[in-house]
Structure formats: C-alpha cells, structure tokens
C-alpha cells in the first residue's frame, strides 16, 4: 500500500509545555484513520503539523511534500476542514466558487455546483445567513471538488445536529471517499463514525498510546460481563477498565485468552468508544 | 497562474470591504452634488445676477492662469478623497489580517493553495494602492459629471444668452491637470509604505484591539525617548526625530529637487518622490517580512 501521509518523531511544545511527544504514524491509501484523544492531547496540534501550519521537530512527509517547505504544493492535493464556523460570514456561495476556481487548478466547479444543487444553499446565499449545517455542507461541497488524495477532518461536525453529522459523513463516503485516498479524522462522537473507520490512532498527552485497524482492535480487545463471585480471578487478569453497575462488573481485556474470558462471563466485542475510555483510563484503573 | 491567483486575492478583498469601498466613495461624491444642490434649492438663485457673473468671467477665459485654476480646484475636489480614503486605507490595514483570526477564517485560507507570501502581497496592493485607486476614481467621476453639466452650462449659456465659455473649457488643460493628481498615487503609496507595514505587523499580532496596538507601542516610545532625552539632555530624540522628518511635508524638501518652481503642478509630485528614500525601503521591508514571519510562525487555534 501507497503511503500518503507519514508522521515521524514528531514532537511539538509551546514554551515549556510539551505538547507532542515522538510521534509516529503513517496512513495509506484507502485509510480511513480516526485521531482520537481526550480534549488537549495534541490532536489538532498533530493535524496542523500535517498541514503545515505550525512547526514541528520531525520529519512528516505528506504526498512526498514537506509540509513546512512545500505547503502550498501540498495544498493542491490535500483538503482540511477544521470546525464547521470556519468560513467568513461575508462571503456569498458564488463568491466561494468563484475564488476555488480561481486558486485551485484541481477544484471541478460542476462538481461542486452539483452538490450544492442537492442542498438549500443558493449562489446568492452569504455565508452569514445559513445554518451551522448548510456551511458545514458549503465547505463539504467545496472540498469534494477539489478531489483531494488526502483529506483532514478536524472536529469537522462540531456543534451539528445528528442529522446533518449522519448526512456529513454519507456525503463523505458516497461523493468522496475511494482507495486511492485517505481521510484522517478527529471527533468527541467516535461512536458516530466508528463504522468508518479503518484505523484508529488514540493520543494521550501528546503520544500515540495504540494505533491499529479497527478489525485488530476489535480482535484483541474484549469486553466481559463479570459475575460478581468470578471478579477476584477476572482483577487477576488485570482489566484495563471495570464499570460496577446494577451487581454487574463489565471488565475491558487487552490481548487475553478468549476461553479464559468466557468462563469469568459473556464476552462481547467492545466498541471503539469502550476501548478508548479502556486505554485513556488504564493508569487509574 | 501566479497573476490569476494575485487578481483573485485582491478580489477577494475587496469582496470582503465590499459595503465600505462602495458606500464611502458613493457618499462622499453624494455629499459634492447634494449640498450645492441643497444651497441652490434653499437660497434660490438671482438668475440676473448669475449672468452678470458668467459674462464677466468669459472676459477672463482666455488667460493663462486658467489651467492652473483649473489645478487648485481639482486638487480641492480630489483633497477629501484622497484624506477619507486615507482614513479607510488604515481602517483597511488595521483589520485585514486581524478579522480573518478574529473569526477564524484565516484556517479556511490558509488551507488552500495560496502562499502566505501572496497573500501578504495581495493585502499590501489592496491597501496602498486599489484603495486609493477607487477613491481617486470616484473623484474623477465626480469630476467628470461636473464636466458634463459644465458642457451643457456652456451649450445653453452660448445659444440662449450669447455668452461664450468654451475657451474657458478649453483652456483649462482637464486631462493633464487630473493626470498629475493620478500620477501621485503611487509615490503616496511608497512614501506610506512603512506606515502600512506597521498597521499589517499591529494587524497580525494582536489578539485583541489591533488600533491600540497600533498606536500605543509609538506613543510609548516617543514618551519614553522624550523623558530618556530630557533626564541626559540629548540635543534631540531620534525617533521622534525620524517620524517628524519622513511624515512631515515641508516647501524645504523641494530644496533638493531640481523642478521648476513654476510648475505647481508637478511640485506636489516631486515633493512626494522626494520623500522616498533608503528610509521607507529599509522599514517598510523589515515591517513585512516581521508581518510574513508571524503569518506563518503564529499558531491559530
């Protein structure tokens, strides 16, 4: 597999506080990796390093550009949608389209007047006057003209109803997405996007603590109904997290027997949210 | 694609200073014709009068002075253009780097394939020159429709009343005097330089009220320089000094340039190139290049 985006050593601090610590990871084509870490782990510090918008000690290699060195090279092939209320509130649709055609030699202005057909958006329509979902289209609509190989989603459906997030990462999916691309993506909702996934990359205070497929993790982590009577032998096989709820201890494995965990209970495949608050939360289990 | 990447920055800029770049000028040129009009409407006009008036002055319409009349008047059309456009300019650089931050847009802008070196230039030409660029266009317009109501004046006094003042239109050199106020807008433009990279630098550093920080780091200086040259009885304060001597616009910078003094019309004109020295190079390149370092080296999250 072709490798798009390669993150290597990377470290980042402001002033004393270290904010990235060795971090290392690489996405291929066709990934779909999920960056996901508790609010200022260095999620979208990592994301910036990968664009070019802050500096960084490493190295990271995007489509073969250096992100510092050969920014706006990158930019022709990589897309970054940041937070829904990014786009100026002066500026109209037409506006929009017309300067994308203007800047950028790969943005397909049919493209992107044909995704715009299928919303309420009008050309006339200022950014000012459309709801936080109608810009999180505009920008959508914007990008997937673009045809970008890589594209960085950061946080891009805060604040949305769960309708237009569903809609958003359809869109993504259907009018976006194929193997010759990636998307690397950062979101409190993992459990929304969790079917997309590929990969995923949890960061913990500012380093990459896993980074697996998600066919992987599903696989080497379990989650176990405990018994009350089994939960001495199941603290013995030191569980990553353990939630005592109503006389039943439901206990998250890393990488144990799968036998031995059916005879301390029902064994059940996690989902990547149990699996992240499993690993963020191991130190205090 | 570098041309077309530059026309489309500037157009983007003026997309966002849309409402001020239009409404200014519009109004400002409004204000010309409505309150002569407004005079004329509440005063009345002594129509017997007026033509004494007019018929006195086509005795004069052959004088050579005409021209330079002509001059001083379009200088007093221009004058309020070019001082409120001077006023939207530092608007302009004050808040063309700091809106974008300030809402966040900049992380849209910067996501695209546009060079921080680019947007910088775009910003700069914006600012010094397509701004003073409408404003000067506004006057001339202004200018123009006086022109059109001078030459039907002209018609209707000529056949109606048999009073001639075409030699006097004639006479007046229109195009060349307006050429030389429009050949100032660039020596303007590279005498403010350092001003403007002052107000992009203040632009792009401040987090919050990008006017004080404008101003207020000046005014200490000078202060703190007045109070240094006070307390060691220095013979003068060199910043204060230097802002005095390059912003200032004195007869005696024509000293030095070998123009004829006759010649008002391009005494302004050289007045301003003589303002342009090693100075307005040195700080207007160090005021930019601090404005493209922190364009790039700032973290905006």
Same mark, same amino acid.
């Given at each position: 597999m072709t490798s798009l985006i390669s993150v290597n050593n990377v470290s980042k601090s402001f002033g004393r506080k270290q904010?990235?610590?060795s971090v290392n990871f690489s996405v291929n084509a066709g990934q779909i990796v999920g960056l996901v870490g508790p609010n200022g782990a260095g999620k979208t510090t990592c994301l910036q390093a990968i664009l070019g918008l802050t500096d960084f000690d490493g190295d990271i290699s995007v489509l073969g550009h250096h992100?510092?060195?050969?920014r706006v090279n990158m930019l022709n092939d990589v897309a970054y949608i940041a @937070?829904? %209320?990014? =786009?100026?509130?002066? =500026?109209k649709v037409s506006q929009a389209l017309s300067y994308m055609q203007d800047i950028?030699?790969?943005?397909n202005l049919e493209k992107a007047q044909e995704f715009l057909a299928? #919303?309420?958006? %009008?050309?006339? @329509?200022k950014v000012k006057a459309l709801s936080k979902g109608m810009v999180a289209q505009l920008h959508l609509a914007l990008i997937l003209a673009i045809d970008a190989k890589v594209l960085i989603l950061d946080?891009? #459906?805060?604040?949305? @109803?769960i309708l237009t997030r569903r809609q958003f990462y359809n869109h993504l999916l259907e009018d976006f997405y194929n193997e010759d691309k990636c998307i690397v993506v950062t979101t409190h909702q993992i459990e929304e996007i969790e079917h997309i996934l590929t990969d995923v990359a949890f960061i913990q205070q500012g380093q990459i603590v896993l980074a697996q497929s998600t066919e992987e993790i599903k696989q080497r982590f379990n989650i176990v109904a405990v018994a009350n009577e089994q939960l001495p032998q199941a603290d013995e096989l030191n569980p990553l997290f353990k939630n005592s709820m109503m006389g039943l201890t439901t206990m998250l494995f890393d990488n144990q027997d799968k036998e031995t965990l059916q005879s301390l209970g029902k064994v059940s495949v996690p989902s990547l949210a149990d699996v992240f608050v499993g690993v963020m939360n191991k130190e205090t289990c | 694609m570098n041309t077309t990447i530059m026309k489309a920055s500037i157009k983007k800029e003026l997309w966002e200073f849309n409402g001020m770049l239009t409404w200014v000028p519009v109004t400002l040129a409004g204000v010309f014709i409505f309150i002569p009009l407004l005079g004329v409407l509440l005063n009345g006009v002594d129509m017997k009068e007026l033509l004494i008036g007019l018929e006195n002055l086509s005795q004069f319409q052959?004088?050579?002075?005409i021209s330079e009349v002509f001059f001083v008047s379009a200088i007093a059309l221009f004058s309020p253009f070019i001082a409120i456009g001077f006023i939207v300019q530092v608007y302009y650089f004050v808040t063309c780097l700091f809106d974008e931050r300030r809402d966040q847009s900049v992380m849209f802008w910067r996501s695209l394939p546009v060079s921080d070196k680019m947007t910088i230039a775009s910003k700069v030409l914006t600012g010094a020159i397509v701004i003073p660029v409408i404003f000067f266009g506004a006057a001339t317009l202004l200018m123009l429709l006086i022109l059109v109501l001078a030459v039907i004046a002209c018609s209707v006094l000529s056949i109606?009343? @048999?009073?001639?003042l075409w030699g006097m239109l004639a006479g007046a050199d229109i195009i060349s005097g307006v050429g030389y106020i429009w050949l100032t807008l660039v020596p303007i433009a590279i005498w403010l330089l350092p001003l403007y990279s002052w107000l992009m630098l203040a632009s792009i550093y401040a987090n919050k009220a990008p006017f004080l920080w404008a101003v207020l780091p000046i005014v200490a200086l000078l202060v703190i320089e007045g109070i240094v040259v006070h307390y060691l009885h220095l013979s003068q304060p060199f910043f204060g000094h230097f802002l005095m001597d390059y912003f200032s616009m004195t007869p005696?910078?024509? #000293?030095?340039v070998s123009v004829d003094q006759d010649r008002s019309r391009s005494a302004t004109l050289w007045m301003l190139i003589s303002q342009i020295d090693y100075r307005t190079v040195l700080v207007s390149a160090a005021l930019l290049l601090s404005t493209y370092w922190v364009r790039v080296n700032k973290q905006e999250s």
């Open positions: 904010v990235l610590t992100p510092r060195k050969d @937070d829904v %209320a990014i =786009l100026p509130k002066w =500026l950028h030699k790969n943005f299928k #919303t309420n958006i %009008a050309l006339t @329509d946080e891009p #459906t805060l604040g949305l @109803d | 052959s004088s050579d002075r109606g009343f @048999d009073i001639s005696e910078h024509l #000293t030095d």
